[in-house]
C-alpha cells in the first residue's frame, strides 16, 4: 500500500473533515474487536469501500471491495462445503480470518493518511484542542512513513546500480550482506530524515504555547454528520449481532 507524503483529495466528491477520518479508524477498531459474525464486517467494509471511492481513491475501493467479497465468498464455501481436509479448512479460514480482521484498520488508515492534507489535519486536531505533545509526533510520524518509503525505493535503486541483488532468495543465502547492503544505510537516513523532520516542525512553530493561525477551514458539514449516523448504525449493528444473531 502506497503513501502518499501530501494526502491528495482533489478528485474527491466527498471531502470529509479530517475528525470524522479520526472516527472511522476507531470505529473500524471497534467493529473488528466486537464482531465475529460475515455481515456486521461486510457491511462496514462495503461502507468503508464507498467511503474511500467517494473521497477520490475509487479504483482502490473498487479493488479492496472486490477482494472482501470474494474472500468472504471464499470462507464461506470453505466452511460450509463439508469437503476438504481438517488441516487446510482450518489453515485457509484462518488466513482469511487474519486479513479480515486486519482489513478494516488498514483501510481506515489508508482512507486517513492518502486523502487528508497534513496542514488540514492538523488544523483539525488544534480544533480538538490535542496538546503539542501529541500534535508534533503525529506530524513527523505522517512525514515520515512516505518519506521513508523514498528513501527505501533509493537503496534500491542503488543497489541495483551496483549489481546486488535484493531478493527474497539473495537475502535468506547472504543474511549478513543484508545487514550492510540494506538495515544500515536505512537506518541512518531514518535517523537523518527523523532530525530534519522535528526541526521542520520546530521551525514552523507546532511548540509554541499560542494559538495557531492555519489558512485551512475545519468546520463540519451536512455531509459529516450523514457519515457519522450511518457509521454509528454500523457500530450498533455490529455490537448487537456481530456475535449472537439472525445473520452470518
Known amino acids: 500500500m502506497d503513501f502518499e507524503i501530501y494526502g491528495d483529495d482533489s478528485g474527491a466528491v466527498l471531502k ?3 475528525r470524522v477520518k479520526i472516527l472511522i479508524f476507531f470505529a473500524g477498531s471497534a467493529v473488528v474487536l466486537n ?21 477520490g481513491k475509487k479504483m482502490d475501493g473498487l479493488k479492496f471491495f472486490c477482494l472482501w ?14 469437503k476438504g481436509h481438517p488441516i487446510f479448512v482450518s489453515l485457509a479460514t484462518g488466513v482469511v480470518a487474519l486479513i479480515l480482521f486486519s482489513m478494516p484498520i488498514l483501510l481506515s488508515l489508508s482512507l486517513l493518511l492518502r486523502t487528508t492534507r497534513i496542514n488540514h489535519l492538523l ?20 512525514r515520515f512513513i512516505p518519506t521513508v518509503q523514498d528513501e527505501w525505493n533509493g537503496i534500491r ?4 546500480f551496483r549489481n546486488i541483488s535484493l531478493e527474497p532468495g539473495a537475502i ?26 522535528t526541526a521542520t516542525a520546530l521551525a514552523r512553530g507546532l511548540d509554541s504555547e499560542k ?20 457509521l454509528i448504525g454500523i457500530v450498533i ?7 449472537d444473531g439472525p445473520f452470518l
Request: glycine share 2%; net charge positive; hydrophobic share 55%.
Open 16 to 18: 470529509l473533515d479530517p
Open 35 to 55: 464482531s465475529f459474525r460475515l455481515t456486521p464486517q461486510y457491511l462496514y467494509g462495503a461502507f468503508l469501500c464507498a467511503i474511500l471511492a467517494l473521497c
Open 69 to 82: 467479497t470474494f474472500l468472504i465468498f471464499f470462507r464461506i464455501c470453505v466452511t460450509s462445503s463439508g
Open 123 to 142: 488544523s483539525a486536531l488544534q480544533a480538538m484542542h490535542m496538546p503539542a505533545f501529541v500534535i508534533i509526533p503525529f506530524a513527523v510520524l505522517l
Open 157 to 160: 535503486k542503488a543497489m541495483a
Open 172 to 197: 535468506v543465502r547472504a543474511p549478513m550482506k543484508t545487514v550492510e547492503y540494506i538495515l544500515i544505510p536505512l537506518l541512518f537516513s531514518c535517523v537523518a530524515v527523523i532530525e530534519e523532520m
Open 211 to 230: 494559538k495557531r493561525t492555519s489558512y485551512e477551514t475545519v468546520r463540519m458539514t451536512a455531509a459529516d454528520y450523514i457519515v457519522i449516523a450511518l
Open 237 to 243: 449493528f455490529a455490537m448487537i449481532f456481530g456475535k
